[in-house]
């Protein structure tokens, strides 16, 4: 079956461009995930969805990174003014909203800001 | 929020048993254990959970210690396929643990 899938793949922009990245999760999963990996490191939380509930921004790392979720189904990420540090592989997860339930992760958009 | 540790690196030899061991002293009674694991240039993906017991599938086995302080993911037969980073993470019984929190886990090299 269809797993997550992320769009674009790759994505190369200048510094101060904004950018959208987005995010299909698994249909009928109510909690989405958003995370952060920089080359070599692990993964960075960035923003939870749950159902209709407000979303967990907390590891949001500043006012430039912002995030929705339509009709609980697609989300996108949205960096403003990008930042060279914000180059990085932007990873989002889908899973059912039960501790027992695995995570699905897209493979991830690699962004790069020049 | 509940964290985990895991050794940076581990090695094993082509065909034989991997034990990657992951520490979780502070996990409460709801949470599961879950494994992931990271193949270069994908993401994680799934690999086992499990609450108490021990837990077979067809990747892995999982063996749970008695207090749920730590874990072991058990490999039974290496491959070159199986390098990867592998991450051990809790996940709360209602799904909704805010920050799923998955440090750096383990590289596991494979060597032929």
């Known amino acids: 079956g269809a797993g997550v899938s992320q769009s674009p793949s790759n994505k190369v922009t200048e510094k101060g461009k904004d950018v959208e990245l987005r995010c299909d999760p698994i249909?009928?999963?109510?909690?989405l995930y958003w995370y952060r990996q920089s080359l070599g490191q692990g993964l960075e939380f960035l923003i939870y969805?749950?159902?209709?509930?407000?979303?967990?921004k907390s590891g949001l790392p500043s006012d430039r990174f912002s995030a929705e979720r339509t009709g609980g189904s697609v989300s996108t990420l949205t960096i403003q003014r990008t930042q060279q540090e914000d180059s990085a592989v932007y990873l989002c997860?889908?899973?059912?909203?039960?501790?027992?339930?695995?995570?699905?992760f897209g493979n991830g958009t690699r962004l790069t800001v020049t | 929020d509940a964290k985990t540790t895991q050794p940076n690196s581990m090695e094993s030899n082509e065909e034989e048993p991997v034990h990657l061991p992951c520490n979780h002293s502070?996990?409460?009674?709801?949470?599961?254990i879950h494994w992931y694991r990271q193949l270069p240039s994908q993401g994680p993906e799934y690999v086992i959970h499990?609450?108490?017991s021990n837990v077979n599938n067809r990747m892995a086995s999982l063996a749970i210690a008695e207090d749920r302080k730590s874990s072991t993911l058990i490999l039974h037969r290496a491959t070159l396929r199986d390098a990867a980073v592998y991450y051990c993470?809790?996940?709360?019984?209602?799904?909704?643990?805010?920050?799923?929190?998955f440090g750096s886990g383990t590289q596991l090299t494979v060597l032929p």
């Open positions: 993470i809790l996940r709360t019984e209602s799904g909704s643990a805010r920050q799923l929190t």
């Open positions: 502070t996990i409460s009674g709801t949470d599961y």
């Open positions: 499990g609450l108490t």
């Open positions: 969805f749950q159902g209709n509930s407000a979303p967990d």
């Open positions: 249909s009928g999963h109510t909690a």
């Open positions: 997860a889908s899973s059912l909203l039960r501790g027992n339930s695995p995570l699905h």
